[in-house]
């Protein structure tokens, strides 16, 4: 669970490689897709909304760095048919994949188990796990070519102790955590390696949701929480595999 919140990514760290981001058109994603190409990387950008998309896509561009893809996929209604497509259109663009940021995700409702809705739940499972296996699958013969690949999963503190009113994000986070887990044990020669990143509370659409009643201010932006992103999914970090990271200090 180390925090990694004061590492300093040399401008180069992620040159020449290319990074997939879900959830790239707004808040962690958003800022991770920004931070990754600040650091050299191509990035294959993943949302539903192609508009919102182009805005990240313009700001890469506008801020220097390498050209990204747009791949519009909604992970609620994705097919492995959708997954195999993207790995085809990624085969053929980039012939490899050197980063995977698992960072989509839906916050659903919060009640009770007792009082919680059966289809809303194995939505939020399709969105938050169920898309994240998939594309990992799919993924995985790309990310095999790379030199080095890095997986990393998106927790939460709930995906490591459950807490009440947060059942099926939670119960999502814990099955991420698990396969991350697994993943990491069928390739412990290291030449995949696959992570989470819990990036604790962070100033973003979803928090906002969840914590209506929060003042944003008090929190860290996703700009601020990019150290450990950036350390993750370059080789200083190369030696883990397996392991579960906070993005940021507990807040007390
Ligand atoms: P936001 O709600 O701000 O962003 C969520 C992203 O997921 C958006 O880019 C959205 O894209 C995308 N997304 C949602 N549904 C789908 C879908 N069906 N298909 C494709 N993309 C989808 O969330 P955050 O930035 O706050 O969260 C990022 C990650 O961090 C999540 O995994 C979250 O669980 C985790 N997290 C966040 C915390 C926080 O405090 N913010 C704390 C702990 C964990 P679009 O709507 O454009 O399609």
């Known amino acids: 669970m180390t925090c990694h919140i004061d590492y300093q990514a040399p401008s180069s760290l992620l040159e020449g490689r290319v990074i997939l981001v879900t959830g790239a058109s707004t808040g962690i994603g958003r800022a991770a897709a920004m931070a990754y190409a600040r650091h050299g990387a191509s990035l294959v950008l993943i949302g539903r909304s192609v508009a919102r998309l182009e805005v990240v896509y313009d700001a890469i561009e506008a801020a ?8 519009p996929l909604n992970l609620e209604s994705a097919t492995s048919q959708d997954y195999a497509s993207l790995a085809a259109h990624l085969e053929s663009e980039f012939g490899r994949l050197d980063g995977l940021l698992h960072n989509a995700s839906v916050l659903g409702e919060r009640l009770p188990v007792a009082e919680a809705d ?33 997986v990393i ?29 697994i993943l990491a044990d069928e390739h ?37 929480i990019m150290p450990t992103y950036l350390w993750l999914m370059g080789n200083d970090s190369a030696t883990a595999n397996g392991e579960a990271f906070d993005a940021q200090p507990p807040r007390h």
């Open 188 to 224: 412990r020669d290291g030449a995949i390696r696959f992570n989470s990143i819990n990036p604790g509370a962070t100033r973003t659409a979803m928090r906002q949701a969840a914590y209506p009643d929060e003042d944003p201010a008090i929190l860290r932006t996703p700009e601020e």
């Open 64 to 71: 220097g760095g390498p050209q990204p893809a747009i791949f």
């Open 118 to 150: 059966l289809e809303t739940w194995a939505q939020v499972m399709q969105v938050n796990f169920t898309a994240t296996l998939g594309l990992t699958q799919a993924l995985l013969p790309l990310l095999a070519r790379s030199e080095s690949a890095s």
């Open 153 to 181: 999963f998106t927790s939460s503190s709930v995906g490591r102790r459950g807490r009440a009113c947060w059942g099926a994000y939670s119960t999502s986070k814990f099955a991420t955590e698990g396969l991350m887990q």
